[in-house]
């Protein structure tokens, strides 16, 4: 439940900054030039698949980061803005008493904290905590929150042991029932957050943007009409077409009231590349854009999907991801899942080295952003939701998370603890969230 | 037949019977005094019960499947009497299964007689078949369902003649039960309703064409620039966005020059895989003195909006043949394509077929023609007849925007993208008469029958004769829908059933995403590849429209191929690239477990998985997908399996340790049975230093040594393939899961399948005729949905 409640002790409310002026922005929209404004929070997920290999993943130290381990290498020049947080636990990943399925279980749970519901057509889990952040914050940006991917879904076959592929696809929930799928194709992303690449005149974008609201006037009023007389179901489904197309609306208004057209500086991408590393950059470069121009403050990014069997050919490696994690504890079959792992996170980190190259006020834009980094299963082998693997980077806002630490709390404590100290930090209070116990302690050293 | 139906009847009133004298079905009943002639329906009574089942559970089963050791996670504690088989019917289904094919009881454990097996397993089947027709009949109901990418990009095209993909465009939709048409799980989220938006502005603007063209640009994919691919040297491929329908100019750029008395090579142009134009090219040196020997192409052609991928290619090119690739790109040795060059957009000169569609009349002659005009397109696109209300709605589109001083085409191109987003469009949803209230069960409107028809079997709208006959109220007249069914299948827009049921049963889909490992299989490409997905689809569609029995799944001898493919095969005479039916004259190929598509999905990238193969036949042949493995799955002993075993000797751990092999003793004999196959479909006898074994046992003790042994043996399980192909397709068809409801209707289409030797097209006729495709009820309330 969100509650404007006043807070306990040990939340973040402290300074949240003197203002700060966004010279970058002031530079893309000048409408925004004479307003100075603090350096908003951002809050941010970057979901691995299949676990790790944790041989090569922990620590076996706690306190003042010293030697990374092998997958975490990429991440060494970053060493004193990371935060390595231990013994965190989804325990609404584990079966409780629904069987098998901890792939579809475990990327059903990692945001919302809850236990979806094992089915592969009433799908249900829970609002993921990005979009109880999206649903208070969102309205001050163009897009309450941005979702993207690099894998293309699945087609055909079951995804996991009776659990729908919508619990693989997505990582965001607008509600329990309605997950929001990734963008995947860096065109389909970049028209989203800057159009269609051709300029329009401002009459031309006024007349469209008129159109546009009568034609959402039009088919709201035609689903009031059709709401009448259906069964529960039925009208669920059209609420989530209404509320998207509210969504559409409040949009439309706010780029009207902005009344201007981002320059990316970049050309309109075309076709999701080949190559693995380049998509990842394409993507993340675009959203580090919509970041500083503050289109939006709150993200998910599902690198690859939960179970997926993308073989990593730049590496070498022909074998499929998830069969391989599967490893049966032989030496080469490990070897792999470590370089694959060790890939992701040296993607990760070049978007790290970018975020913190871009000014504002007095530190960079990673020094606003908060980003956690993680695996929503332990080990691939193991299946098991215990001490799952997690990097919480950047500072959120005013030097507020003291990184260059690794913590390790008490066995089983829940994942979402984080989280809800997290959506406290945004601003978002709530006296709980999915399964959480209270709210984690320690990363402001209080 | 009728005598099947004379059978039915009086069961069915002998049911009725019994169930008066005993309304609480949880009681002992009394045996039903059954004529000879129909043996199987009678209800049981708790003696029959103890004296026929009872024993084999508790002395065969109950020693490992108790409380204390649940062997599989199964305690039969609470099936030792006869209610359970009522209260627990998927439970005793599973009994059912475990014990007629022999899985249960495993080795080790002594078989009781085959005559008290068989006369257990009858007497619960009897059970079922007499609770079965106790139940009150009910079609569930399908839920909103949102068009998916397919259905969308497919309606545009029937609606409007305008070609959109909308697999490019929205975000995948995902699916359940292993389909992505099923109406519960088709959510629609901001990012989607964007995309509708906007596709719904450019398709408006396409299919009218009203607005003006932009400039032409030119765009150039060069070798140099590295912007064009070279699958061999005779070839040339560019992704290319057309961002506009409209003429375009195409250059091919062909450097270079053969010997004098080369003769002239055939030229052809693609479109995704579609040939535009094909053209004879001169390539011996003209007469002009260049320092760089190079000439071009130009083609002119109407392209349409969209990501495409052109392909320019000199084809049956014997001069290539002998040159290095160094010569091959050398102007002064030969002659070869380097770049494709697209200037445009100009206005087309001939009328779009789109326009044809849409203005049936002339929009300038005043307003009753736009009136006809917006009413016949939103007639179509709703699927119905519509309301003068909506009509006047949608006109008020037009006026705005000629009060903005826009012409009257492009107001009926903005009343077309308001009709474009509207939910009657984007959602196909059907009236209930009591919406809350399940007892209400009712047929669906023949509007509503009109577009169940057309999105199963055509992924699309309904057409003006379908759509007329329903509003005529004439489609379910004595033999109509049967004729319907039959002229749809006949269409050419039926190829959608085969591609999206059959694509996603067959999960031949992932062939897209799946990827061969290069190293291994160097031969994998996008010409194998497409190939594969030919002959499936092509065998489909065959089994379909030539209406065969479905044991042509499981053992035909013929299948289709091109050269490609069969070169594949190692099949000799079958020369070009068009397919065509071959008879399989050897044991190596028959049926679709031998095509190379499925053989492929069903491997891993570097070699293939008898346990995945065994999976798959068990989930989408026999129709019982076996569990999981279970999450702690203990790692393979290193030392017994080194790694110089064969796979079969590494996987027979599997069936060594017994937890493993209560499901794996079937899976992966299955799945060696088709080890003659690699991972991407040849036949081969060897793998790697270790010859093949394709021989196996089934649980029942019969056995085979090849795979066409193994498929003929599969051949006698056709009466569980038959149902798991109906639940399957009753699934796609009605777009929600198979329920415990659902049960009298499979048995029914079964029963009639068999009596017409498994009729493909029997199968279809019937899901059209049954219960759930032809009626709905009411939703059940929440509260009990909860307590489910």
């Known amino acids: 439940m969100i509650t404007g409640k006043a807070l306990a002790r040990r939340t973040f409310l402290r300074g949240i900054g003197t203002t700060i002026a966004l010279p970058f922005l002031d530079a893309m929209t000048p409408a925004m030039a004479a307003t100075t404004a603090k350096a908003p929070v951002r809050m941010g997920f970057v979901y691995v698949p299949n676990g790790m290999d944790v041989r090569n993943w922990n620590l076996d130290y706690e306190g003042k980061l010293g030697e990374l381990s092998r997958i975490m290498k990429p991440l060494e020049p970053f060493k004193d803005d990371i935060l390595v947080l231990g013994n965190l636990t989804h325990n609404n990943g584990r079966a409780l008493l629904d069987g098998p399925g901890d792939h579809g279980r475990c990327c059903g749970a990692y945001l919302t904290g809850m236990q979806p519901r094992k089915t592969m057509v009433d799908i249900k889990a829970g609002i993921s905590c990005d979009q109880i952040v999206a649903n208070h914050i969102g309205n001050k940006t163009r897009f309450p929150s941005l979702e993207l991917g690099l894998e293309d879904a699945r087609q055909a076959g079951d995804c996991d042991s009776g659990y729908s592929c919508a619990y693989t696809n997505n990582l965001a929930w607008r509600s329990e029932t309605q997950p929001l799928p990734p963008v995947l194709d860096p065109r389909a992303l970049f028209e989203r957050l800057f159009g269609n690449g051709v300029a329009l005149s401002p009459e031309a974008r006024a007349l469209q943007s008129k159109y546009r609201r009568s034609i959402l006037d039009f088919v709201t009023g035609d689903t009031k009409k059709l709401e009448t007389n259906l069964g529960p179901t039925d009208k669920r489904k059209l609420e989530e077409y209404l509320s998207s197309v509210r969504e559409i609306e409040r949009q439309l208004e706010k780029a009207e009231k902005d009344n201007a057209q981002i320059d990316p500086k970049m050309p309109k991408p075309y076709g999701v590349p080949a190559d693995f590393a380049e998509h990842f950059k394409l993507m993340t470069d675009m959203l580090t854009i919509a970041l500083q121009a503050d289109l939006t403050r709150v993200f998910t990014f599902l690198v690859t999907r939960e179970g997926t069997s993308r073989a990593y050919r730049e590496l070498g490696i022909p074998d499929g991801h998830h069969p391989l994690t599967h490893h049966q504890n032989k030496p080469e079959l490990m070897e792999k899942v470590s370089q694959i792992n060790t890939y992701h996170v040296k993607q990760f980190a070049g978007w790290i080295e970018k975020l913190k190259s871009i000014q504002e006020g007095d530190g960079s834009l990673f020094d606003n952003s908060m980003i956690v980094y993680g695996a929503g299963l332990t080990d691939g082998n193991k299946h098991n939701h215990e001490d799952l693997p997690t990097v919480l980077v950047g500072h959120g806002g005013n030097n507020f998370i003291k990184t260059g630490r690794r913590i390790v709390y008490r066995k089983e404590t829940p994942m979402s603890n984080l989280f809800l100290s997290m959506m406290d930090r945004m601003d978002v209070h709530s006296e709980n969230f999915g399964d959480s116990t209270g709210r984690l302690d320690g990363l402001d050293l209080s | 037949m009728h005598s099947a139906v004379r059978s039915l009847i009086f069961a069915l009133s002998a049911a009725g019977l019994l169930l008066a004298a005993n309304p609480s079905t949880a009681k002992p009943r009394i045996a039903g005094k059954t004529p000879a002639a129909a043996p199987a329906v009678f209800a049981g009574t708790a003696a029959n019960f103890d004296s026929t089942v009872k024993p ?204 004098a008395d080369a003769k002239p090579v055939t030229m052809n142009f693609y479109m995704d895989g579609k040939l535009l134009q094909s053209r004879q090219v001169e390539t011996k040196p003209s007469k002009l003195v260049y320092f760089n020997p190079y000439s071009d192409e130009e083609l002119h052609l109407a392209l349409p909006e969209g990501d495409h991928v052109f392909r320019a290619a000199f084809v049956n090119d014997d001069f290539v043949k002998g040159l290095s690739e160094k010569d091959a790109y050398s102007s002064k040795k030969n002659k070869y394509l380097d770049s494709i060059t697209f200037v445009g957009p100009f206005a087309s000169k001939t009328e779009k077929a789109s326009r044809k569609k849409i203005l049936i009349c002339d929009p300038n002659s005043g307003p009753s023609c736009v009136e006809k005009i917006v009413a016949t397109v939103a007639r179509r696109a709703y699927r119905r007849p519509v309301t003068k209300a909506e009509v006047a709605s949608l006109l008020k589109f037009v006026a705005m925007a000629m009060a903005e001083k826009q012409t009257t085409e492009q107001g009926i191109q903005l009343a077309l993208q308001a009709v474009l987003v509207s939910p009657h469009f984007l959602f196909r949803i059907e009236r209930d008469a009591d919406a809350n209230d399940p007892s209400k069960v009712h047929k669906i409107s023949e509007i509503e029958l009109a577009s169940r028809l057309s999105y199963f079997l055509w992924s699309s709208t309904p057409d003006d004769e379908l759509l007329g006959l329903a509003e005529a109220g004439k489609l379910r007249a004595p033999g109509v829908l049967d004729a319907q069914v039959k002229r749809m299948l006949a269409d050419e827009r039926a190829a959608a059933f085969a591609s999206n049921f059959a694509g996603q049963w067959l999960e031949t889909r992932n062939l897209d995403s799946v990827k061969p490992d290069p190293q291994k299989f160097p031969e994998w490409g996008a010409d194998l590849r497409d190939a594969m997905k030919a002959e499936t689809r092509m065998f489909f569609e065959w089994v379909l429209r030539e209406n065969r029995p479905l044991s042509d799944f499981l053992d035909a001898k013929y299948t289709f191929l091109n050269d490609r493919l069969a070169k594949h095969y190692g099949i000799a005479g079958v020369a070009g690239p068009e397919f065509r039916r071959v008879e399989l004259t050897t044991d190596q190929r028959g049926g679709i477990l031998s095509q190379a598509a499925v053989l492929t999905v069903s491997s891993y990238p570097t070699r293939t998985s008898p346990v995945i193969r065994g999976k798959y036949v068990l989930q989408n042949i026999l129709g019982t997908p076996p569990p999981p493995p279970p999450p702690d799955v203990p790692a393979l002993d290193e030392k017994a399996v080194g790694s110089t075993g064969s796979l079969r000797q590494q996987l027979g751990v599997h069936r060594a340790n017994a937890v493993c092999a209560s499901c794996h003793n079937k899976m992966d004999v299955l799945g060696f049975g088709l080890e003659n196959y690699d991972a991407i479909g040849r036949w081969r006898t060897m793998d790697g230093k270790f010859p093949i074994d394709a021989s196996g046992t089934f649980p029942n003790g019969k056995s085979f040594t090849t795979p066409a042994q193994m498929s003929e043996l599969l051949k006698g399980d056709l009466p569980e393939f038959s149902r798991c192909l109906t639940e399957k397709m009753l699934t796609y068809a009605l777009g929600r899961g198979v329920e415990r409801y659902d049960r009298k209707t499979l048995n029914d289409i079964n029963a009639k399948l068999v009596a017409d030797n498994y009729r493909f097209q029997t199968l279809l006729n019937e899901i059209v005729r049954s219960l759930p495709f032809q009626s709905r009820r009411g939703e059940t309330p929440k509260k009990e949905l909860a307590q489910r």
């Not at chain 2, 003006?212 to 560019?238: C, G, M, W």
Request: proline share 7%; net charge negative.
């Open chain 2, 56 to 259: 084999i559970l508790s002395q065969t089963c109950m020693p490992c499947h108790n409380d204390r050791m649940a062997s599989g996670g199964l305690d039969l504690a609470g099936f030792a009497n006869i209610g359970s088989i009522g209260e627990q019917r998927e439970g005793w289904e599973k009994i059912l299964q475990k014990i007629r094919s022999g899985e249960m009881p495993p080795k080790g454990i002594p078989k009781p007689p085959a005559s008290q097996v068989d006369a257990m397993s009858k007497f619960v089947q009897a059970e079922f078949e007499w609770a079965d027709r106790n139940v009150k009949p009910d079609p569930g109901r399908v839920t909103a369902h949102r068009l998916n990418r397919n259905e969308y990009s497919n309606t545009i095209r029937d609606v409007l003649a305008v070609d959109f993909r909308a697999e490019k465009d929205f975000p995948s939709d995902d699916s359940g039960y292993g389909f992505d048409n099923i109406g519960d799980v088709l959510t629609i989220s901001p990012v989607l309703m964007e995309k509708y938006l906007n596709a719904a502005e450019r398709i408006a603007a396409r299919a009218i064409g009203a607005d003006p063209l932009p400039k032409p640009l030119e765009a150039q994919y060069h070798a140099k620039d590295k912007t064009i691919r070279r699958p061999d040297v005779s070839t040339i491929e560019a992704t290319h966005r057309v961002e506009w329908d409209g003429e375009y100019t195409v250059r091919i750029g062909l450097p270079g020059e053969r010997s």
